[in-house]
């Protein structure tokens, strides 16, 4: 035997390996091989000679040899570091700028099937050096570019390293989602290369990339199969040849998922785009010290397929590697296998606007062919000087026949010469570091010491970099800060401003009763009027003895003294007028009184609200700026863009006589002056209105005096031509030094130009309102898809709290993956802060060939109605594939273990409630609260997986009863409802309805008692109490539903809903209607079953009946144990005409009802409901429960058969129907409506008339 096999796994190898090496060569996936050209024709051409032909394939066996060792080393050390912890996320943190040829970049990419395409790549390139480029294409055929185009060398904004000439990417939560906005000029080349007014425009973009994918590191997550391909071609001299890779120095991630946003043209068009793409960040060495030439294909498909393939020649590591991801339509990942995508294909050949290519990969045994079809490409260049050229292509793809866009990517290093204009010098300011004593309680504007924003507030540092620009056209006023260490000393020696102050922040964080107005402004009165420490006092007034003695006048100087609060005037916040500014001040005693007041403005209520709101420290640092005064004959405010449609071509100057202090405050009308700047830099006057400004504010030896403006001196400008363009020239100027828009005050005095402040103008990156809304959002994978709140809109019908959607959202998904077998697919959505179901991934995730009853079932028991149609069954056979015999047993193998297991899920459920013991009160700190939430939040996620393996096994029942039901008919009937609503009815158990029953047991003691007449004039909020004293049972009864259930709400799966038991007043004014209405039983009869199954109409066989018999009870209890589970987390007859108002929907619970409709689409409108009413509303969840005992029927326009409303019906026996779709609209309350529920009818009998119901009540 042994001889046997010896000899037999040899040859066995041999041909097998002879095999693949034909296959391999044969597809051209071996053509970078040892002997690339002559193994592939090695079996085609059978004259050569036969010695050659061994030693060939034998360099191809060994080729093949060689990859296999190497994949299966990368698989197991790839499985290793799996296991590993430590390593799993490092890679991602290590993004530092090491030196000039380093480079940190994010790349972003999104297109649609409509024309409409982004690509950005940001570089940051170390200190303040970024390379920015910008690719949009719109459907209707533009082309923008940034202007600076095609050279891609910017300043980034000061302090701000992902920001530049407009441009900012602002990481939201790490590895998922990132903000991007432009807000500046753009260059349409569609009409034209050349750079004119006409092609240059204000655009604004505000955009989110979401991923919804997990992070794709490379080099750790590239192919086995691909770099193994890149291993086998190399020479392996030592054991470190599977580390090769270690030498190329420039690692990252890739993310898949979706680019959402607007696009705001220079007429105020607005764009709405939603874009599939991808993300990519890199760091290490520049792409042109690591690679000499470089191919990359994105593809966005229209089914929601992504894709990118790359292939490159690097400088130090391999000759020439190929990497790429695939993320197939079903959201999963697939490896790559192989690729064809050649360098030389691309690289050596012209494009055209309709050249074409083909190229393939290979994925998880699948081969995929690419067609690519090319347009028109732009060619941008990177370095100073330039050493680097991106060809950027888009282009159209089809993918195995299927249709979709791309972007094509050709890189290679650049030798040649600048083909522009000369490049511009890179202009930027400069942060000294000097070290800080905390005894420098004073600095001076013109030390560096000053140009460090934590040791002396916004203003004096703005001051102090302003003061260092060596700039002949404007003048900065001398002057000196007081230091944040002097008020840092100043708390420190009085106690009881610390106390004031910690009194501050507890009682606006709710740790102690009070009213914040009344403390800010006791702290205030204190804090300045507390002595400055001696230490301060002498600091000051060295600094003013120099000030006073470097000007040589020997008349005192005034002087302006501003708060210059640590994060004012900062790129995000202004603060503007927030703290004290005192102007003319003279003598050292009254600037240091002024000091102090200008600390004790840090606490004015106006001050801590403004911190409040934006979500910064109550207890803040702040620093004193101390100026020489300008007694300007003019001044006022000038912004480098325009301050409200921030357009950058528009410098707009306002100015009045005098003091700036009036156009500050806006006290007055100021003069208007509009500066055009071109594209080129050159400023004309564009417009100059005269405003009303009445009056002046000048300085004199009295301090401030208001004088009144001639009619002349009114109605003129009151600045030159000549003075406002060169204020232009200077803001230009400042706005190219600091990166960044900015909004600067002036003074002029004869024909010397002051600047008093240069603060960031802060709007230009404001959030929207399509931003806010959708910034929680997980994205839409593809164009086609269709996101549903059936179901799920009934529980949570209002949007979600961020804190709700940070603890549920990735937990539900998470549950339903696993149970479901998907890998990365999500299933639920948030849409504009709502939870919303993806219907592909919910419902269709494996599609039969054909449409089956089963789908039908399944959409009417979630959705009240039939969704699926042959368009959309088409596209989910295209997306997800038809699942293999096998998976579709494996898949009914689950269910039935589901049901199996429901009796055990509900002892575990009631359980872990028991061990979720959690005090609120036993915390000290929100921290330490936190901290044990995190601690027990498996807790809270079991609790959703119980409610999930509950309500999926009742839809299973469902879907068995329903099945059972139909067998023998072609499609659904009416009849076919309202038997499973017999079927599911008198559910006893149900949490919901015992609510509403003890509701009435309180209604009833309160009558019994005969206090319900002053019961219900009460105020709401005192019932409780009154209640024990005059009802006690009542009062007792009460207490222990809100014990038992004052955990629910309306939404009551959201954080931010208060619960019933902190707001048990809402029930109470419940109780208040249902005390006036008279003594009534609408609990229905409960049906055994043998009854139940006796009334249905539809089963066409006794067996049917007999199956039903046994199924019944375990529908039913299925329903109760997902209510528990949850606790615990159209022809109406002769008498109406045919014209009148009547809307179709799905029947629940049978039976007719004719009374007054009352429509309510917020719980808030409760206080309309009248007993008897029937109900019209969007969905019902568990918070309606106390109200069903005042309904006569029940319609929804959302919702399904295991819908709470539906269920809630059935067990009062309330005529109901769900879907109603538009039935809120259709009707008003006070319509007499009559529902037929057997046949889903909701009929207008007769209209409500507001007149006669005002005349009959007088």
Known sequence: MKVTLSILVPLWLYFWLNKTAKRKCSTGSCSKCVIPSKYILLFKRKSINVRLQQCELFLGINFLLKHWW?????????????????????????????????????????????????????????FKKVEASLHLTTSDNRLYVLPVYPDTALVSSFNQVWTAAGLKIEPLKSQERWRIVYNGMLRNIAHGDECSDENIEHVRLNFLFIANSKPLKWPEDWSPKLHADALAHEQWKSPEWINKIKQLDHTGADYFGSLLGQIKYNDGAISTVYLRGLHQHRWGQHESQEFNESVTLFGVMLHGALYYLNTSSTKHSFPEIRCGQFRHSSEEIHIMDSMGLELSDFMQ?????????????????????????????????????????????????????????????????????????????????????????????????????????NIVGGKGFSLAVLTSIKDGDFIVPKGFCV???????????????????????????????????????????????????DEVKGAILKAMNDLESESGSGILNRYAVRSSAVGEDSEETSAAGQNATFLAIQGVDNIIKNVAMCWASLFSYQSVKYRKHHGMFIKASMGVCVQQMVNA?????????????????????????????????????????IIHKSWNNKLTVKSSTAGNKRQKLLANENGLVTVDLNEQENNEICISETIALRLAAIGMNLETLFSSARDIEWAVIGEKIYLLQARPITTLYTWTEFELMHELDNGVPS?????????????????????????????????????????????????????????????LAHPRKHITFLNKVIDVAVSGNVVLTPEIHKIALERNGEPSWSFQMFLMYSMLKDAVQCTAVEKAAKQNYQDLTLNAEDFHTACSLYNEINKRFTHYTKASHFHMHTSRVGVTYQIFAMTILTKGYADLIPDHFSDIAILLGSCSDIISGQIATRFQKIVNYVKKSKVDKEFKELDPTKCIDWL??????????????????????????????EPWCLRPENLITTLQTMVTSPVTSTMKKTLNVEESVALLKTPKSNLSRLILKKLVPLCRTAVVRRELTKALYNDLGASVIDASVKVQGTPVCGGSVLNRACVITDLLE??????????????????????????????????????????????????????????TQMFQTGDTVLLVADTGVLQLVKKFDQQENTKTSK
Request: with cysteine; aromatic share 10%.
């Open 783 to 843: 164009d086609t898809d269709i996101l549903s709140f059936a179901n799920i809109g009934e529980v949570c019908p209002y949007p979600i709290s961020p804190l709700s959607i940070s603890a549920f959202e990735k937990a539900y998904n998470d549950i339903i993956s696993a149970t479901w077998f998907f890998k990365d697919r999500c299933l639920f959505n948030i849409v504009g802060m709502r939870y919303a179901l993806n219907y592909y991934n919910m419902f």
């Open 70 to 126: 190497a994949e299966c080393c990368l698989k197991m050390r790839k499985k290793k570091e799996t296991k590993s912890t430590k390593n799993k996320n490092n890679q991602l943190e290590n993004s530092r700028i090491k030196d000039k040829d380093s480079s940190d970049s994010m790349l972003f990419y999104g297109a649609d099937q409509h024309g409409n395409s982004l690509h950005i790549k940001f570089s940051y390139r170390g």
């Open 633 to 673: 004959d003019t001044a006022g405010v000038m912004f480098t863009r325009h301050p409200t449609t921030t357009d950058p071509s528009n410098i707009v100057i306002t100015a009045n006589y005098g003091l700036g202090e009036t156009v500050v405050s806006a006290s007055v009308e100021p003069d208007t002056i």
């Open 1028 to 1057: 024990k004293v005059n009802c006690p049972p009542a009062a007792t009864e009460f207490e222990n539903i809100l014990k038992e259930h004052g955990h629910r709400c309306i939404q009551e799966t959201d954080f931010f809903y």
């Open 1166 to 1223: 409760t206080h309309k409901i009248q007993h008897g009413d029937i109900l019209i509303t969007r969905a019902t969840d568990i918070a309606w429960s106390p109200y069903f005992a005042l309904f006569s029927g029940i319609v929804t326009e959302m919702g399904g058969l295991i819908s709470h409303g539906a269920v809630v019906a059935r067990e009062y026996g309330l005529p109901c129907i769900i879907s109603a779709k538009g039935a």
């Open 483 to 533: 230091t944040v260490f002097a008020l840092e000393l100043q708390l420190h020696t009085h106690t009881e401003l610390q106390n004031v102050i910690k009194d501050i922040e507890r009682v606006s964080v709710g740790k102690k009763e009070g009213d914040l107005q009344q403390y800010c402004e006791k702290a205030k009165q204190i804090i300045q009027s507390t002595p400055v420490v």
């Open 349 to 453: 050949k012209e494009f055209t606007g309709n050249s074409k290519h083909r190229t393939w990969f290979r994925a998880e045994g699948k081969d995929y062919d690419i067609s690519v079809k090319c347009t028109d490409s732009v060619t941008v260049y990177y370095g100073q000087p330039w050493n680097w050229l991106n060809t950027i292509i888009p282009v159209e793809l089809e993918l195995n026949g299927k249709p979709g866009v791309g972007l094509l990517q050709l890189c290679h290093s650049y030798n040649g010469l600048y083909k522009g204009k000369a490049p511009p010098k890179l202009q930027y300011l400069k942060q000294p570091y000097v070290h800080v004593e905390r005894s420098d309680y004073v600095v001076r504007f013109d030390d560096g010491k000053c140009q460090n924003e």
